[in-house]
T-cell receptor, first 117, second 114 residues
Framework: GAVVSQHPSWVICKSGTSVKIECRSLDFQATTMFWYRQFPKQSLMLMATSNEGSKATYEQGVEKDKFLINHASLTLSTLTVTSAHPEDSSFYIC?????????????FGPGTRLTVT | AQTVTQSQPEMSVQEAETVTLSCTYDTSESNYYLFWYKQPPSRQMILVIRQEAYKQQNATENRFSVNFQKAAKSFSLKISDSQLGDTAMYFCAFLNTNAGKSTFGDGTTLTVKP
């Protein structure tokens, strides 16, 4: 099956610094990638939809200047948490949908655990 | 907007027995997909089974099967011959093919007991 990687798998940063998380589709092209946030024992909350070559579409309540998303190629999307604060500590998951007509399955990355101290 | 409801926050089952996880959804769309995902302690999301709304036949995947009741907007997951490795959080998800994004339920934590 298709594989999506995320890097780093975990990161600790100090309050006020920025952190970049990479999401790559390893064996397929993905026009569309999704970024989710998940708190312990809770569901996935969609933050934004990332489209290659265009601006990301953010969900209501998600600060686009705080969570910068760049989808520079068909295999790479990045999420940058700017000026991170302890309340940004969470588990971030990306997923990608294969660039095929009628494709409906999302492939998930393993997630990145962010801790802001 | 679509909503997905999983009414069982936690469930447990004895090894080798059968368990059913419930999921209901609400939508006005006619074209959509439904999924069950498994999230074990590693937190990697794993696709368990999928169902196309236009198909009347219930999907099956080895020990996993669904009971898809389109009129009732119900999509339950049955796990047969439960194994210890089935212990995980299970999410029901709805994909609006027009909008292209999924809506997830709150999840059901399943524990398989030896």
């Amino acid at each position: 099956g298709a594989v999506v990687s995320q890097h780093p798998s975990w990161v600790i940063c100090k309050s006020g610094t920025s952190v970049k998380i990479e999401c790559r589709s390893l064996d397929f092209q993905a026009t569309t990638m999704f970024w989710y946030r998940q708190f312990p024992k809770q569901s996935l909350m969609l933050m934004a939809t990332s489209n290659e070559g265009s601006k990301a579409t953010y969900e209501q309540g998600v600060e686009k200047d705080k969570f910068l998303i760049n989808h520079a190629s068909l295999t790479l999307s990045t999420l940058t948490v700017t000026s991170a604060h302890p309340e940004d500590s969470s588990f971030y998951i990306c997923s990608a949908r294969e660039d095929l007509a009628g494709a409906d399955e999302q492939y998930f990355g393993p997630g990145t655990r962010l801790t802001v101290t | 907007a679509q909503t997905v409801t999983q009414s069982q926050p936690e469930m447990s089952v004895q090894e080798a027995e059968t368990v059913t996880l419930s999921c209901t959804y609400d939508t006005s769309e006619s074209n959509y997909y439904l999924f069950w995902y498994k999230q074990p302690p590693s937190r990697q999301m794993i696709l368990v089974i999928r169902q196309e709304a236009y198909k009347q036949q219930n999907a099956t995947e080895n020990r996993f099967s669904v009971n898809f009741q389109k009129a009732a907007k119900s999509f339950s997951l049955k796990i047969s011959d439960s194994q210890l490795g089935d212990t995980a959080m299970y999410f029901c998800a709805f994909l609006n093919t027009n909008a292209g994004k999924s809506t997830f339920g709150d999840g059901t934590t399943l524990t398989v007991k030896p």
